[in-house]
RNA sequence: GCCGGCGUAGCUCAAUUGGCAGAGCAGCUGACUUGUAAUCAGCAGGUUGCGGGUUCGAGUCCCAUCGCCGGCUCCA
């Protein structure tokens, strides 16, 4: 007998050996129906399997993140088995799950067609009205090598070479499809009731541009219809937020064929912009930096030194002049390196924090340019603290406090990332391991929570990121934080110490917005274009209900205007409710409705935007009213912030 | 940069097997003087991304190029 834990705290004993599909069986109810996988002991089990000794056992459904991912999982070897039927001669790469569907890599010589995606999509339904049973079956090493390589799939062959030497090498059999694979799966086809191919696009074997390219169809699947049509409903949905759409309906900015990757800010976006510079330039001096500002463009023999010309060359862009070459800066820090250098310091001076708002330059592929999410010149919101090594925990700490300030004050979530040493980096693996295990200790003491980014790190040190979600799910790196023994030595840094002795110190470059452009379009698909009354370009719009209301309107809009409220009026001869559309489909903050019974009491009739027709308030009660939100908003000057300044 | 898809009026989209480039919204003009999400009428708007080719004839087919979209790689 085994003894079976459930997450409820009960426990019950089972004969050996007895698949988990019979216990769940045995329990019937939901779970009965539902169940897709099983966790035991924590390890994720197809429910095929046998329990021959006792355990903690938890059912997955299609709820759980794991229970959709084997479900998916299957799903993608459904895929790989409708592409096999129809066209016989394709190799198969891998087809793992992802978040919210699963792809499948396919080398074929043609290229697949949308036509083809709906033939595919018809023979998955088909193999799903088979339901076919998922078994799992184990082969040796040799034995594996040798059944993929008599079907002719090189990727596989390759992927059992590269498995470590005491991998159990298990296959999935449905019908006349086996594919390798670790599991679980779902126990047949059947209960892949909704399926959608959704794009096609290629991708590098392994994730390398040195090898071949495949083609992946990606994918998703629901155990229902209806959760299926909710899914892309959402989809549908989430697209309306796409900053790229946005920013046009909303005048915040554009891109050109002119200049592909340099978006123009328009002068409702610049007010977002200047708003956002006006917060981080109050934050940062609370936080105890200075502000300065370097050239864009400085003479090579700075690059070499900063070790960019070596590394960062192919995205840097050129240029003469008087026969000596220039770069453009594609970061900051060389010239604040050499504006340290300038001084001599001591190390009671320390830490020095020299923020700058910098444009740089990188000529990133053409391929990779998004709207204002990825492009070829942005505004880094920069700063290098130049600290005593033993300063640097507390600064990065001081770092890591002050973006997550700033980000709640948007009320962003994100998540971090530790990237480690990369391949094509400068230093000793002892400085390498050193600054990253106090960005790892930092990290720790904290609390938070983290996932490391294998040789992801730049190429003068490793780096914390904070990363933040767009409109539909994809995740883009804003904060950073990296610490950099490199720069100081190859510009030969150094403060003045308690012995008198010259020191080498330590420099943390970091960013909180990222960059400012980025950081715009994540804000845009986050407030979906409604911007808080801060932030928003027009916070209020009057609205004179006749003509003869104009000169009124006028008089409120001068007293808004000279309360420093950013307001608009609309004199066009439209009916009220045209005006009130049109400032809706703007998203202003606020609409302020005057006709005569305002005009006698010298009040506006306040419509909101979220919530509608608010009555009428005086005007200086509504003026009040909004620059007490405006300020609140922002939860500026937070105490911690002053505590760290003195 | 690579793979696939897409470029028609300011925006959203039509245009049959290759056969006269069109609609709504926005814009302009006029009328209407309006009380919380679209008043009516008229006018104007185009070298179909750009450049070649096939054809009696190309928005449509072919080639090349630029840009955009989705991925891959890379990165703030």
Redesign the pocket.
């Known amino acids: 007998m085994v003894k079976i834990r459930f997450p409820d705290g009960t426990e019950r004993s089972y004969p050996d050996a007895t698949p988990i599909r019979d216990i769940v069986d045995g329990l019937g109810g939901r779970l009965k129906k539902e169940a897709l996988a099983a966790q035991v002991d924590g390890v994720i089990k197809d429910l095929s399997f046998c329990l021959k000794n006792d355990a903690a056992l938890k059912f997955l459904t299609f709820e759980d993140a794991d229970g959709a991912g084997v479900f998916h999982h299957t799903s993608s070897h459904i895929l790989a088995q409708a592409v096999k039927r129809l066209y016989p001669g394709v190799r198969l790469g891998i087809g793992p799950a992802i978040k919210d569907g699963f792809?499948y890599d396919f080398d074929r010589e043609e290229?697949?067609?949308?036509e083809d995606l709906e033939k595919i999509e018809a023979e998955m339904a088909r193999i799903v009205e088979e339901d076919l049973p998922m078994e799992r079956f184990e082969l040796g090493r040799e034995e594996a090598i040798a059944f993929f390589s008599a079907l002719g799939e090189d990727y596989k062959v390759e992927l059992i070479r590269d498995l470590p030497e005491d991998t159990i090498i298990s296959c999935y059999r449905t019908g006349e499809f086996v594919d390798l694979c670790a599991g679980p799966h779902l126990p047949s086809t059947g209960s892949v009731k909704a399926c959608k191919l959704?794009?096609?696009?290629?991708?590098?074997w392994?994730?390398?541009?040195e090898n071949p390219?495949l083609?992946?169809i990606?994918g998703t699947s629901f155990p229902k219809k209806s959760l299926l049509d909710q899914y892309l409903h959402r989809l549908e949905e989430a697209k309306k937020r796409?900053h790229?759409?946005l920013g046009?309906?909303l005048d915040l900015f554009s891109?050109?064929?002119e200049a592909?990757?340099f978006p123009f800010l328009h002068p409702r976006g610049m007010i977002i912009r200047n708003e956002l510079e006006k917060f981080w330039r109050e934050q940062h001096a609370l936080a105890g930096y200075q502000e300065i500002k370097t050239p864009i463009i400085l003479n090579r023999v700075l690059w070499e030194r900063s070790g960019h010309w070596d590394h960062y060359k192919e995205?840097m862009y050129f240029t003469r002049i008087d026969e000596q070459d220039f770069a453009v800066k594609p970061?900051n820090c060389p010239g604040s390196m050499l504006l340290y250098r300038l001084d001599l310091h001591s190390y009671r001076d320390l830490p020095i924090r020299l923020a700058e708002l910098g444009l740089v330059h990188?000529h990133?592929?053409?391929?990779?340019?998004?709207?204002?999410?990825?492009?070829?010149a942005?505004t880094?919101d920069d700063a290098h603290i130049f600290m005593l090594p033993s300063q640097i925990k507390e600064e990065v700490a001081a770092v890591i406090e002050l973006t997550d300030r700033i980000y709640s004050v948007f009320g962003f979530d994100y998540h971090v990332e530790l990237?480690t040493r990369?391949e094509?980096a400068m230093g000793s693996e002892e400085m390498w391991e050193l600054a990253t295990t106090a960005l790892r200790e930092v990290l720790e003491e904290r609390g938070m929570a983290f996932i490391i980014n294998e040789?992801?790190g730049?190429?003068y040190g490793p780096?914390i990121?904070?990363?933040l979600r767009d409109s539909?799910g994809?995740t883009?790196?804003?904060?950073?934080i990296?610490l950099d023994f490199q720069m100081p030595e190859k510009f030969d840094l150094h403060y003045i110490g308690e012995d008198g002795q010259k020191h080498r110190p330590a420099v943390i470059h970091r960013?909180v917005?990222?960059?400012i452009?980025?950081?715009m379009a994540v804000l845009i698909e986050h407030f979906a274009g409604a911007f808080p009354a801060w932030l928003a370009p027009v916070q209020a719009v009057v609205?004179p209900?006749?003509?003869?209301?104009h000169a009124y309107a006028a008089s409120v809009l001068k007293r808004l205007r000279e309360a420093g409220i950013r307001a608009e009026s609309d004199t066009?001869?439209?009916?009220?409710?045209?005006k009130?559309?049109?400032a809706?489909?703007q998203k202003i903050p606020y609409?302020l409705?005057?006709?005569?019974?305002?005009?006698e009491a010298g009040s506006v009739?306040?419509?909101e935007?979220a919530g509608?027709?608010r009555?009428?308030v005086e005007v200086s009660e509504f003026i009040n009213a909004l620059l007490g939100e405006i300020a609140a908003s922002q939860l500026r000057c937070p105490e911690t912030t002053i505590d760290r300044a003195l």
């Open positions: 792809y290229s697949f067609t949308p959704l794009s096609l696009a290629g991708a590098y392994r994730g390398s541009g390219m083609q992946r990606y796409d790229r759409k046009r309906e891109v050109h064929d592909p990757g995205n970061m990188r990133e592929m053409s391929g990779t340019l998004h709207g204002m999410m990825r492009v070829r942005f880094q990237s990369p094509k040789g992801d730049a190429f780096k990121d904070f990363h539909i994809r883009w790196q804003c904060g950073t990296q960013v917005y990222g960059s452009e980025r950081f609205i209900i006749t003509d003869r209301h066009r001869s439209e009916k009220v409710g045209y009130i559309r049109e809706q489909l609409m409705v005057v006709g005569d019974k305002e005009a009739a306040v419509r935007r509608g027709d009555g009428s």
